[in-house]
């Protein structure tokens, strides 16, 4: 546990385009040490962050802080707006850039009374958890990634609700009072409804909101096909730019006439027709070059009209399981539509690095808008990393990365500026005829 005296001059940088969005330096201050506790503390939850906080004044509560965060009058809003604005020149005119959108689920064993949080089961895991899912938007180039928002969606249990109904219904209500509370039921049920966002309803909403602010001008879409909807490929064609999914093995397809199965058209070709498959090498958004097998043709989908299908294989022999990717882009080669699809995985990138670095799963909070704004603050601190000054380490512990800068070494970074705050503290402490047993009462209060 590293005591945090201030914050460092890295985030200071990073967090100073957002001043003016808060009224005091002391609630500003409070954020900045929270979005340096969400990259250095291992507990990364408020009470965990507060406890590494060390001050040159009076100790401020751990209320004040939480105040500060979570409660105070700023507009997370307008902070994921400046946050986008200030990323935004760091993606123009620097090579291909892609705009991903995608779900995730961020895990809260112990907080049911979480703002999100479901019981509910989870493919991946295979087991029935707690969680959120998180609507995410992330732009990504050949240099970094950022994610650009974090919505929450809200469940709501509908299923449940009926099965009340079910459960408890009545041929006949003979007491007045018995029938009016059965009308509120049905009517509150009814404004749940209303109020139920799904995923690619929440998609299409980050979506027209990154459009109508216009900071990627130049990037195009990809998603996988639990974010394709109709009404939002038809908004990105109207703005200009194009998009590129994952489709589903089950999507029917016109297929000379008729209308057949994605996956039986793929295995015939596969059968029939192998030659069709065309090699063909992709350069991922690392700078690595993949081979693919590929098949593209126009077809046409139900309601979306004539697309470009592609059907992917990763081996020669064609004998595992394609993909098939779609796009509105008919000039596109497959080439071009395996390459921006390809940027569909930084979201995976960012999801996995929040988790695992600035906190994304530690929200400990109820209100939705507390859990807006930690997740906002995650994603501001992992866009400060990637931007860290940090040089070539000689360390034998980076021996692996060869040369380059990891996420790592930016973190250890960082580490030292909290690390020299932390001496110059200490040797103006003992300057004062501090003893040691003043100075560890000061560090690491009993």
């Known amino acids: 546990m590293l005591p945090i005296t201030g914050v460092p001059e890295t985030i200071a940088r990073g967090m100073a385009a957002f001043r ?39 100790t401020p509560s751990r209320r004040a802080m939480h105040e500060a965060v979570f409660e105070a009058a700023w507009d997370s809003q307008a902070l994921i707006q400046r946050h986008r604005a200030t990323v935004g020149p760091d993606h123009r005119g620097r090579g291909h850039e892609v705009l991903s959108v995608d779900g995730t689920l961020a895990h809260h064993e112990r907080g049911p009374h979480i703002f999100g949080v479901d019981l509910a089961y989870d493919d991946v895991q295979k087991r029935t958890p707690r969680f959120q899912t998180v609507v995410t938007a992330v732009i990504a180039n050949r240099h970094v990634i950022d994610g650009v928002e974090a919505v929450v969606q809200d469940p709501k249990a509908l299923k449940e609700e009926v099965a009340y109904w079910e459960a ?47 900071q990627f001008p130049q990037a195009n879409y990809a998603f996988d096909n639990g974010v394709l909807h109709l009404e939002l490929t038809r908004y990105i064609e109207s703005r200009g730019k194009h998009w590129v999914s994952e489709l589903e093995c089950s999507r029917n397809i016109q297929w000379y006439g008729q209308w057949r199965r994605v996956d039986v058209v793929a295995a015939e070709l596969k059968q029939e027709h192998p030659e069709s498959f065309r090699p063909i090498t992709v350069q ?15 077809i046409r989908l139900k309601r979306y009209g004539r697309k470009r299908l592609v059907i992917l294989h990763e081996t020669q022999d064609l004998t595992e399981v394609p993909r098939f990717l779609v796009t509105d882009a008919r000039h596109w080669e497959s080439g071009r539509v ?7 995985w ?46 070539e380490s000689t360390s034998e512990r980076y021996a692996f990365a060869d040369g380059k800068i ?29 003893s040691c047993e003043e100075l560890l009462e000061i560090l690491m209060p009993a």
């Open 346 to 391: 930084a979201s995976e990138v960012f999801h996995e690095f929040g988790k695992q670095v600035t906190g994304l799963e530690a929200a400990q909070v109820r209100q939705e808008e507390a859990v807006n704004r930690h997740f906002r603050l995650s994603g501001v601190a992992q866009s400060i990393i990637q931007r860290a000054p940090a040089s």
């Open 284 to 298: 991922c958004r690392n700078g690595e070059k993949k081979s693919y097998w590929a098949f593209t043709k126009t």
């Open 168 to 214: 408890t219904a009545k041929d006949s209500y003979e007491q007045m009072e018995e029938a009016r509370k059965r009308v509120l039921e049905v009517m509150h049920h009814r404004q749940h409804q209303l109020e139920d966002r799904k995923r690619t309803a929440i998609a299409w909403e980050i979506v027209q909101q990154l459009e109508e602010e216009g």
């Open 338 to 344: 395996i390459e921006t699809w390809g940027y569909r």
């Open 20 to 58: 003016d969005l808060f009224c005091r330096a002391e609630g500003f201050e409070h954020v900045s040490r929270y979005v340096t506790g969400l990259i250095l503390s291992p507990n990364k939850t408020l009470q965990g962050i507060y406890d590494l906080q060390v001050w040159d004044r009076d």
């Open 406 to 434: 990891t996420y790592g070494q930016r973190c250890r970074a960082i580490g030292r500026e909290v690390m020299r705050s932390l001496l110059e503290l200490m040797r103006h402490l003992f300057a004062a005829g501090k």
